[in-house]
């Protein structure tokens, strides 16, 4: 009997513990849905266009500023109902992370700050009578926030947009992993009479994006593929990365790119630098030089630019297309509107204000932050407490797999294991959703134990 009882003390200690520890990660949200005044009855309106790291900061801050005022209502619009978390994009594609750890749900995150969310996409703007409409639906606004990101620049190449992948979110890192998958298939199918352009990846771009895509590329193959695949020669398989400057990683350390591309090479991934793509067709990529790689699996990682949405909603825009702000973020000749992100040309604090500050995540994470102040300072009547916008750069992070990344962290210089994990301890501590950390803390510790395990998921009309 004694022994009967010290187990179930000891199982509804363990209970109770488990109701603890649910409570304090999943905290109920801040107004309960009955007593929540609707967006529209607010009497200051703050409406956020876009759902990223610049768009998502900055309802989430104002809401964070505001929560024991009941006169500021936030509803953010974006056409996905979830957030991005762009660092861990790459690493679906060896599935060392699972997709939906990655795609963080936006509308939870929001109303637990008392934020409203609604999925949809923007169609147009209506400045004399603050309204924007989304999905055929009028939304009010007293201040206005644009943050529609960025998509792919193609520099005029032809074939590009065409015959490639482009990575511009979870699903793009997916589809690259299940064309990957399929010429598995198709070679184990053809018995190794198998073109070699199915077998060759190109990566055009040496950015982080293009390296990590490389590093992960490889990590499929050779750590997942190859043990499931024992009728594929996985020395016929070919990595190759372009890119059009001199160095990849040109933003890093010389020493950082060095090591970098060391890692590359040792992983029999082909560096070509000093190249750059002057066509791609459905079986090659020709260079300007005259050589033409033979494949049927380019991915495009080599620029980008802001979203063509914003042409349409007559904003003004620089050569470029990025939205004029001044440096406090509002939006040139538009009272009461602002923009922050990829899509917004923000000038850099040099006094000759010829340079931008670069369309980064950690950069669209300062805009955020500093732009709920400043709309919060104009809604209370303090627009002598503006704060002009200055950019702090706190380093980059590259994984190049993982157990391996080069990293510059507030000018501190270091890789190899020390900087994966430390790549990976600091992108945990970021991750918004408390669900997601522990997924992926969860995704991690599994792929130490077992070997990855990857699929492809082919609909009916496969």
């Not at 050569?319 to 602002?338: A, I, N, S, T």
């Not at 627009?383 to 702090?392: A, K």
């Amino acid at each position: 009997m004694d022994r009967l009882l010290k187990g179930g003390l000891a199982v509804g200690g363990a209970a109770l513990a488990a109701g603890v520890l649910r409570r304090a990660l999943n905290p109920k949200p801040r107004y309960e849905v009955w007593e929540r005044r609707p967006y529209g009855e607010f009497p200051n309106r703050v409406l956020v266009l876009g759902g990223g790291f610049g768009g998502y900061t900055a309802a989430y801050t104002l809401c964070d500023l505001t929560r024991d005022r009941d006169d500021i209502g936030v509803m953010l619009i974006s056409k996905e109902n979830y957030f991005t978390f762009w660092p861990m994009v790459p690493a679906i594609i060896s599935s060392d992370i699972d997709t939906r750890n990655v795609a963080q749900p936006l509308r939870r995150a929001l109303i637990q700050v008392g934020a409203s969310f609604r999925r949809a996409s923007v169609e147009s703007i209506d400045y004399e009578r603050k309204v924007v409409t989304a999905e055929g639906q009028e939304f009010p606004y007293d201040h206005l926030v644009v943050s529609l990101g960025a998509q792919p620049a193609f520099f005029g190449i032809p074939g590009v947009e065409e015959h490639s992948f482009k990575m511009r979110g979870v699903y793009d890192a997916e589809a690259i992993r299940n064309r990957v998958i399929e010429r598995f298939e198709e070679a184990t199918l053809a018995r190794g009479e198998v073109l070699e352009s199915k077998l060759t990846f190109v990566v055009i771009g040496g950015g982080a994006t293009g390296v990590e895509t490389a590093a992960e590329l490889h990590t499929l193959i050779h750590e997942a593929l190859t043990p499931d695949y024992p009728n594929v020669n996985a020395d016929r398989v070919r990595i190759i990365l372009l890119e059009g400057g001199s160095n990849i990683l040109q933003e890093l350390d010389p020493a950082l790119r060095r090591a970098a591309h060391s890692r590359l090479v040792s992983r029999r991934i082909e560096v070509m630098t000093g190249v750059l793509a002057q066509e791609v067709t459905e079986n090659c990529v020709k260079l300007k030089d005259g050589r033409e790689i033979p494949t049927e699996n380019v991915i495009w990682t080599a620029g980008g630019r802001p979203n063509a949405k914003v042409k349409e909603l007559d904003l003004p825009l620089t050569q470029r297309d990025g939205v004029k702000v001044d440096r406090y973020l509002r939006v040139e000749e538009r009272p009461d509107v602002w923009a922050l992100g990829d899509c917004a040309a923000i000038p850099a604090a040099e006094e000759n204000g010829k340079n931008l500050v670069p369309p980064t995540a950690q950069a669209a994470l300062q805009e955020g932050k500093a732009l709920a102040k400043n709309i919060l300072a104009v809604i209370d009547g303090r627009s002598e407490d503006l704060i002009p916008f200055e950019y702090r750069p706190l380093g980059q992070m590259v994984e190049l797999g993982s157990r391996f990344a080069v990293n510059e962290v507030m000018g501190v210089k270091f890789s190899g294991l020390l900087g994966a994990l430390f790549w990976r301890a600091a992108y945990l501590v970021r991750l918004e959703s408390p669900q997601s950390k522990a997924r992926v803390a969860a995704d991690w510790l599994v792929a130490l134990l077992f070997q990855p395990a990857v699929t492809e998921i082919r609909g009916p009309q496969a």
